[in-house]
């Protein structure tokens, strides 16, 4: 069954947009382990426009082995100012994982995966860095990219198939081949031995039914629908329905 790994990065936009300390990523991260979820994401950026390094300080310090900690981040970015970087942070606190995307410092949010054919060879050393840590390591890859073979070459222990295609093809009612991309990929990588996470845009709205069109997906990585959804139902609640969604998606047909 698939690992819920609760993305926390839109708590700490809430928190600076007043200044302070509320809402508290420490006792949002208490509720989401409360709540069963197998997993904690944060992305830290350069900018610090949202999660910052004493966050990815605290959430280590708590979280101990309760449940796995995942970090995101662009592994070219180099310090500045009051930020490490994101190899020096992943070196402090040693998560489970590190999933490595190639954002640019401008960009919004994550929208495309490596150019693996471009940016592998800069990766390869990086790979083995992380890895020597004894953290696992997911590289953020476009479904149908012809990189996963690379990707595996270069050390990667898993994928995380990049799902934004797939949640704006799902609200338009049109997800077929979008899924069909997922599900592709997704057997393309186990078959490489590259274990296979998701992310972006999923939803309580989308989620099953990717889960039931892409089986054997070991993580789905979701922040910004689950806060959406938290405003009304609460965050527990939140949680509850996405792990229902994922239990209810194992034992359902899978979609073809």
Request: with cysteine; net charge negative; aromatic share 4%.
């Amino acid at each position: 069954m698939a690992v819920l790994s609760v993305n926390l990065n839109k708590i700490a936009v809430l928190r600076n947009s007043r200044g302070g300390d509320l809402p508290s990523i420490q006792a949002a991260a208490e509720t989401v382990i409360a709540a069963g979820a197998g997993g904690i994401t944060l992305h830290p950026r350069p900018d610090q426009r949202h999660v910052r390094p004493d966050d990815v300080r605290v959430i280590a310090g708590m979280i101990g082995s309760h449940v796995e900690y995942n970090l995101e981040g662009n592994p070219f970015a180099p310090p500045r100012a009051d930020y490490p970087g994101f190899l020096a942070l992943v070196e402090e606190v040693r998560p489970t994982q590190a999933t490595l995307v190639p954002d640019g410092d401008g960009q919004l949010t994550s929208d495309h995966g490596f150019d693996l054919q471009r940016d592998g060879e800069r990766l390869r050393p990086i790979i083995a860095r992380l890895k020597a840590l004894g953290t696992r390591v997911s590289l953020f890859m476009d479904a149908g990219s012809g990189d996963l073979a690379l990707a595996r070459a270069l050390g990667a222990d898993r994928i995380e198939l990049y799902t934004g295609p797939y949640a704006q093809a799902a609200a338009s009612g049109k997800a077929g081949d979008a899924l069909d991309r997922c599900r592709d990929s997704a057997d393309q990588a186990r078959l490489l031995g590259l274990g296979v996470n998701a992310g972006h845009d999923l939803s309580q709205a989308n989620l099953g039914a990717f889960l039931r069109a892409v089986p054997g997906v070991q993580e789905v990585s979701i922040g910004h629908a689950l806060i959406n959804e938290a405003l009304y139902q609460g965050l527990f609640a939140s949680i509850s329905a996405y792990l229902d969604i994922i239990r209810s998606a194992k034992l359902l047909p899978t979609s073809r």
